[in-house]
């Protein structure tokens, strides 16, 4: 028997237990993971993961936040709200991507993934009160298209960021 035992149960999968006759190919069971191996193979060679280059992804993840911020140049508060909703959804793209990627290249380099996570929030979070700081003296200073100014230029090099990085070779 190749099955999971559990407490003294036997558990097969739903293969295992149609082939020996204990269950109808019809019944719904919860598919093991010999069941579900051929369909994460083709997930996993065929699924989201993989269209597009991790660099492309990064890349229009920060064109889509610029054109958040160019729309919210437009001065009717349609576009200001809608342009706020574009940058903000590209900036959670960028986030997950940049935090993933961190993970990604301390697993390529055989460091802990939950220093490197860390430093990278930590980083995140320095950053965020710099600039913040730094946005509330563009507005003191331009008024709104000067926090536009900011916002467009450290997009426009988080984008020249986006598009240096190497690609993490995966083991």
């Not at 019944?27 to 994460?40: G, R």
């Not at 990278?120 to 979070?125: A, E, I, N, R, T």
Request: net charge positive; proline share 3%; charged share 15%.
């Amino acid at each position: 028997m190749n099955g999971i035992v559990v407490n003294g149960d036997a558990f097969l999968s739903q293969s295992q237990e149609a082939e020996r006759g204990d269950l109808p190919r019809s019944a719904k069971v919860p598919p093991s993971s010999d069941d579900v191996e051929p369909m994460n193979r083709y997930r996993s060679q065929e699924g989201f993961r993989h269209r597009g280059s991790d660099r492309t992804r990064r890349l229009a993840a920060c064109v889509l936040a610029l054109a958040g911020v160019a729309l919210m140049s437009v001065d009717a508060l349609v576009f200001v709200v809608g342009g706020l909703s574009v940058l903000v959804i590209g900036f959670f793209i960028i986030h997950g991507l940049a935090s993933g990627w961190v993970t990604a290249r301390a697993r390529a380099a055989g460091i802990s993934t939950g220093q490197a996570a860390s430093f990278y929030l930590v980083s995140f979070y320095i950053g965020s009160s710099m600039f913040g700081n730094l946005g509330s003296t563009a507005w003191s200073h331009a008024g709104w298209p000067g926090v536009l100014a900011l916002a467009g230029s450290l997009l426009t090099v988080a984008s020249m960021l986006a598009w240096g990085l190497r690609r993490t070779s995966r083991r």
